[in-house]
């Protein structure tokens, strides 16, 4: 009998440039934490403008995309009447780390308040709120061993 080192076998982990999904949308999560700190306390515009250097996807062309790429997806779900959506925003248009982030991934955005129910009722088991973050594998998966504690 072959002794064991006493640890579980893992499936394959998705990578991007040696980083794991996972560690990459944590690097994410960081980065975006340590700027709401101090960005979401500026006024809000009247809706998110997807503008600035960071190529934004549909839900559609971004899956298509990220199965050819072998790319992540950094998922936004938003609303046009959510001030803390439109400054989110304004953090992906303007940020530089953010910018050099986005390159490792594809990015999407589906507003909530306009998009078909089955895209939308996809990612309720994580909540109805907005802004949210979801982080897909290149296959469309969700990145389920990043979860909030809340």
């Given at each position: 009998m072959?002794?064991?080192s006493g640890r579980r076998a893992?499936?394959?982990m998705h990578t991007i440039r040696g980083l794991a999904v996972a560690s990459l949308a944590r690097r994410w999560l960081v980065a975006l934490a340590a700027i709401a700190c101090s960005s979401l306390a500026a006024p809000a515009r009247a809706e998110i403008r997807f503008e600035g250097p960071i190529h934004?996807?549909?839900?559609h062309d971004g899956l298509k995309t990220a199965a050819a790429k072998k790319k992540p997806v950094l998922l936004l779900l938003f609303t046009d009447a959510c001030p803390k959506c439109t400054l989110l925003g304004e953090v992906f248009k303007s940020n530089k780390e953010v910018h050099k982030l986005a390159k490792d991934m594809v990015?999407?955005?589906?507003?909530?308040?306009?998009?078909p129910m089955d895209i939308v009722n996809r990612?309720?088991?994580f909540g109805n709120y907005v802004p949210r973050i979801v982080f897909l594998k290149p296959d469309g998966s969700t990145v389920d061993d990043i979860v909030s504690n809340n």
């Open positions: 072959a002794a064991t893992h499936a394959p934004w996807a549909n839900w990015m999407v955005h589906v507003n909530s308040g306009t998009a990612f309720a088991r």
